[in-house]
Each structure stands twice: as C-alpha cells, then as structure tokens.
C-alpha cells in the first residue's frame, strides 16, 4: 500500500484528533461528532472549564484535555508533548481556533486585528511547528485548516478578519502542493454563516446561516472525501465564487459604500 493510500481514512474509528478550537461553536460539536463516530479526540483551547465539561458528555473513552493558547509557541509545544505522551501521535490535527471582531477601515484598531490575525492564521504556524516535522517522519497525516468562505475575496467590514482568513487560505494551498505524495493529506474547511458567539456580534442579516450541528455534519463528511475545500454551504459558495472572478470594476462599485456597521 503507497503512503497516500495509507491516509484515506474509510471511518474515524480510533483516530487520535487534535481538536484545537474545541471549545465552543463549530469546534464542540465537531467533537460531540467525532466521538459518536469512535474517534479518540485530544481537546484544546483556551478554557479548560469548558473543555472538561465537553470531555464529560463526549460519547466513548481515551479523550484527553490540552489547554492551549495559539498565540503562545510554548504553550502550544507543551500541549502537543502531554497529548502525546498520554495517547501517542495524532492521526489528525483540525486547527479551528478562531476570533472575530466586525471591524471597518473607518474605525481601525491595530491590537484587535492583530490579536485577531494572531488567532486564526499565525496560530497555525505555531501548531505547525511541531506537528509537520512528527507527521513527514511517519510519512503520514492529516492536517485540517479553518479557513472562512470570508476569506475567499475582500469584504467590507472585514479588516483583520477578512485578511487572516485568506492568509489562512492560502497557507493550506501551500502546504498541499509541498505536502502531495509525502503521505500527508491537507484539507481547508471554509464555512459560510454558522450561528456562534463568534457570529452573534454581527448586526446585519446573515445569508445561509448555518447550526453548528450542520456545519459540523458537512465537516465530517468532507472529512472523509478527497476534496481539498470543504466549502459550504453551497449556494453562498457559489456566490462568493462568482463575486471573485467578478471584473474588478463591477465589483469593487457594487460592494463599495456599504454604511460601516461599527
Ligand atoms: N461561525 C461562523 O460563521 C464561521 C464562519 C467561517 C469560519 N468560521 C471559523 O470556524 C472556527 C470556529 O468558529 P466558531 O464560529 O465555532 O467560533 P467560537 O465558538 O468562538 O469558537 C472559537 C474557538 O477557538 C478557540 N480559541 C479562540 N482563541 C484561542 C486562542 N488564543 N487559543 C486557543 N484557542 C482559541 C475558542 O476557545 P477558548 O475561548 O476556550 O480559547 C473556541 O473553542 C473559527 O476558525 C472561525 O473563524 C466560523
């Protein structure tokens, strides 16, 4: 069997998962999922609290609790060591840690867009650090990043959220291209509208929103698939697709002016 073949998972079955965003939203349900699915998750986030009480109500045993902060190499270094040491090496890692704060060009705050870059794309970089060198030497895995279909093209309203997520987006490119035939399989989810504490700062209407438990559904299904973008729902994709190969003159009048929200 090739090394590639090795990585196309038929079930979760006894899968070690590092969940990172584990939490709450999107990330808890993954969780509540994934266990019912017989996957072994190793969670983390921030809040231990929350993480323990989610281990409590997980279906099945050998999960395990890893506070982190992806802000912090160290921090993520030592979660990565303890999971380890407690459950051996991860057969996946889904890095869904995410901030958000509505912010416009208008009202520009420097600290909020960086703790939110910080967040949702250099964290990545953190968790990368020691889990690519763990999975080329095994010459498998499976790296799962969070991207947002927010990502895709510039939005109004969306200074430091909008430019983490494509930086987020295009780092999953990357890591595919470098990653092809080493065994290691890459996959970048991209969720349009889910209802969150996340999404619940927004004032305007959101298209196509989403319950965490039908994000979670899709994710796991794409999980499972070939594709490398996970991207739904369907129609908003569609329609942020369209608006990226839009001509730069249409879209750029259509979009502009839209009254800040904050
Ligand atoms: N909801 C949407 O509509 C939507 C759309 C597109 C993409 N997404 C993405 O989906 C992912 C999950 O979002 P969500 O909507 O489920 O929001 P959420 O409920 O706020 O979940 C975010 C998770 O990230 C964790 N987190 C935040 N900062 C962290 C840090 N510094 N270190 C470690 N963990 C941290 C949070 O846990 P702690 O507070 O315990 O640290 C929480 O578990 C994010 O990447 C988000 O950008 C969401």
Redesign the pocket.
Known sequence: MGVVARTKYMSFTNQHIWL?????????QLARDLAVAGAKLSL????QT??EALKSELKGDGHGVYP????QQTSVDVAWVALNKAHGMPDMVIY?????EPMSATRYDADTAIMVA???FM?AFRVLEPVLPAFMARCQGHIVL?????GMKGLPNAIG?GAS?AGIIHLAENLRLDLAGSGIKVQL???????????DKNEFN?PFLLT?ED?SARIMKGLLSDRFEINFPKRLTVLIKALRYMPDRLYYKLLRNKPAKN
């Open positions: 990172i965003g584990a939490s709450t939203g999107i990330g808890a983390s986030s921030r809040d929350k993480l982190l902060d992806v802000t869904n840690a995410g901030a958000y910080d967040t949702n964290g969070t991207g947002s279909l927010a959220y997520k989810v991209n969720p349009g509208f889910v209802k969150t504490r996340l999404t959101m965490p994000a």
